[in-house]
């Protein structure tokens, strides 16, 4: 994103590892970027955002009070476009140790249906580093 001239970009993460890698995988950079470490499920933002890109959050959320949590604050806080990646029906029921939940076409439409409409749905097979779907 930065390098196609995006700016106010801000990651969160809920590990200050995970940024502090990011942070130097960009060098000089990453000082164009505002890094937040904060679990999602109490993250209060005080922006909105015109983008929000989710690439492995919402499937570690499996309780309804915290996909709901998550909903609450992505629809008070986007103003533009949701992009949410998880793991299909056909992917591990656990990933790094940690239990997730997996979705379907049809469940993630529905989870997000109250606040969002779906423009398009990607299925993906992805292979994880140990070369697990």
């Not at 993250?43 to 690439?55: A, C, G, K, L, R």
């Not at 992505?74 to 103003?79: C, E, I, L, N, Q």
């Not at 990646?85 to 056909?90: A, H, I, M, R, V």
């Amino acid at each position: 994103m930065l390098d196609e001239e995006f700016e106010n970009i801000t990651v969160l993460d809920i590990l200050a590892k995970s940024l502090e890698r990011a942070k130097n995988r960009l060098g000089e950079k990453a000082t164009k970027v505002n890094w937040i470490v904060n679990n999602i499920t109490e993250f209060e933002p005080n922006m909105t955002f015109d983008v929000w890109h989710d690439s492995a959050t919402f499937h570690f959320l499996t309780t309804p009070e915290q996909i709901k949590k998550y909903i609450k604050t992505a629809r008070k806080s986007v103003s533009g476009f949701v992009g949410i990646g998880t793991f299909s029906q056909n992917g591990p029921k656990k990933y790094s140790a940690l239990e997730i939940k997996r979705y379907n076409e049809r469940e993630l439409t529905s989870e997000l249906k109250d606040g969002f409409d779906k423009i398009k749905y990607v299925r993906e097979d992805h292979l994880t580093p140990f070369d697990k779907s």
